[in-house]
């Protein structure tokens, strides 16, 4: 099972992405990641093992911004490693998922005859391609979301933040729990 966060707030979000995650630390993941929106685009760093691999990433290579979001990766599709760790990003779009998107393989199929380009063997980022096309295609960020949910089957929990954006968080779920709470003044 997967572990997937999302912060929208007023305070720097990195640490306390991980924080979330050490907090849904309960059993066995081969990698973790975060994702940061900021006015210009969106940072990503990602790495294979333990949370605190990712840890030190962040330690080299530190990262700004008040809304992100994180992931700890148990691989249903592809090899655990650094490539197909969590947050997927495609043009501007970052996304985290947990559960399993039956009809991923067509999808891309479809998303690759249109030209886009997968770095990964996950069917987490059909979800960020499919999302970018659609906005690649005139959509704004929510209608892209939104159209790119009702073609999944399956059962899933997706968070998703866009660069230029930095105030925007899309969550969704369909059959797995997502839990949305508000802090004081967030």
Same mark, same amino acid.
């Given at each position: 099972m997967?572990?997937?966060l999302?912060?929208?707030?007023?305070?720097q979000v990195a640490?306390r992405?991980v924080?979330?995650l050490?907090?849904?630390?309960?059993?066995?993941?081969?990698?973790?990641g975060?994702?940061?929106?900021?006015?210009?685009?969106i940072?990503?760093?990602?790495?294979?093992?333990?949370?605190h691999?990712l840890?030190?990433?962040?330690h080299? =290579?530190?990262?700004e911004? $008040? &809304? *992100?979001?994180?992931?700890t990766?148990?691989?249903t599709h #592809?090899a %655990?490693n650094e490539?197909n760790a969590?947050?997927?990003?495609?043009?501007?779009?970052?996304?985290v998922?947990?559960?399993?998107?039956?009809n991923?393989?067509?999808?891309r199929?479809?998303?690759?005859?249109?030209?886009?380009?997968?770095?990964?063997?996950?069917?987490?980022e059909v979800?960020?391609?499919?999302?970018?096309?659609y906005?690649?295609?005139?959509?704004?960020?929510v209608?892209?979301f939104? =159209?790119?949910?009702?073609? $999944? &089957? *399956?059962?899933f929990?997706?968070?998703?933040?866009?660069? #230029?954006? %930095?105030?925007?968080?899309i969550?969704?779920?369909?059959?797995?729990p997502?839990v949305l709470?508000?802090?004081?003044?967030?």
């Amino acid at each position: 099972m997967c572990g997937i966060l999302a912060i929208a707030g007023k305070a720097q979000v990195a640490g306390r992405l991980v924080d979330g995650l050490k907090r849904l630390e309960y059993r066995g993941y081969d990698s973790a990641g975060i994702a940061v929106a900021w006015d210009e685009g969106i940072e990503r760093r990602r790495a294979k093992g333990k949370i605190h691999n990712l840890q030190a990433r962040l330690h080299e =290579e530190p990262v700004e911004g $008040f &809304t *992100g979001i994180a992931h700890t990766r148990w691989a249903t599709h #592809g090899a %655990p490693n650094e490539i197909n760790a969590h947050p997927h990003m495609a043009d501007g779009v970052a996304v985290v998922h947990n559960g399993i998107i039956e009809n991923y393989r067509e999808l891309r199929e479809g998303l690759e005859a249109k030209g886009r380009v997968f770095e990964s063997e996950t069917d987490t980022e059909v979800i960020a391609q499919l999302v970018a096309q659609y906005m690649a295609d005139g959509m704004d960020e929510v209608a892209a979301f939104g =159209e790119a949910l009702s073609k $999944f &089957t *399956g059962a899933f929990a997706i968070a998703a933040i866009f660069a #230029g954006k %930095p105030d925007l968080v899309i969550g969704a779920r369909k059959g797995s729990p997502l839990v949305l709470g508000y802090g004081e003044g967030e």
